[in-house]
């Protein structure tokens, strides 16, 4: 595992835990009857958890995760419509539709023992290299690209506006962190999956 790959998955499980932390904080507050939503923190730790889960050996199929993306994007189409402003929720409905693709449409270069690390080949003799020669070692990793690459941009462009959102003092600190690690990771996959 290069070095990149490792930043990013602690990256990745750090935020996703901060969510997670955060969500058990907003059930506490609901309890107290002080309004809350943290339907965002949950499509974050939702996104977390199935980046983490394509670091380690299969706990679902790839099939399953997809459909739980997808849910995840459907109930956040239904909040884009309910609730404003709607970006936000539009913006998690990408997302999830993108991490649904990224199980779904992935194809396997050895059969079912392949899983997507946050950029290297775990085979199941467990054998780990670099992100740039599984890529040049491999064909095509994804069945329609030009998906992977529309999503690779718009991945860029999320963590680009997450990244400005940063410098303003009244952006809140968490929720910028992760949009900014999850785009850049899940950019990072797809690009070394591509």
């Known amino acids: 595992m290069d070095m990149i790959d490792r930043v990013l998955t602690v990256a990745v499980t ?8 955060r ?13 809350t939503d943290g339907s965002t923190d949950v499509a974050h730790a939702l996104m ?4 983490i889960a394509m670091f380690l050996p299969p706990v679902l199929p790839p ?3 997809a459909a739980l993306f997808i849910a995840n994007a459907a109930w956040m189409g239904m909040l884009a419509l309910r609730r404003r402003p709607a970006r936000a929720y ?5 997302g999830g539709l993108a991490m649904a693709y990224m ?3 992935t194809r396997s270069h050895e059969p079912m023992s392949h899983q997507l690390s946050l950029s290297t080949a ?19 990793g994804f069945a329609f690209p ?37 785009s850049l990771s899940m950019g990072y996959m797809f690009l070394t999956t591509l």
């Open 14 to 21: 750090a935020v996703t835990l901060a969510c997670i932390v």
């Open 23 to 35: 969500l058990m904080l907003l059930r506490r507050q609901r309890r107290e009857n002080q309004p």
């Open 48 to 51: 977390g958890i199935g980046m």
């Open 63 to 65: 099939g399953a995760w």
């Open 90 to 94: 539009l913006h998690h409905l990408v």
């Open 103 to 105: 199980f779904a449409a």
């Open 122 to 140: 775990h085979s199941s003799g467990h054998s780990h290299g670099n992100a740039l020669a599984v890529v040049e070692a491999q064909p095509a």
């Open 146 to 182: 030009l998906v992977a690459w529309i999503l690779l941009i718009y991945c860029l462009l999320s963590a680009g506006f997450a990244g400005t959102d940063l410098l303003r003092p009244a952006t809140p600190r968490l929720t910028a962190t992760t949009e900014l690690v999850l």
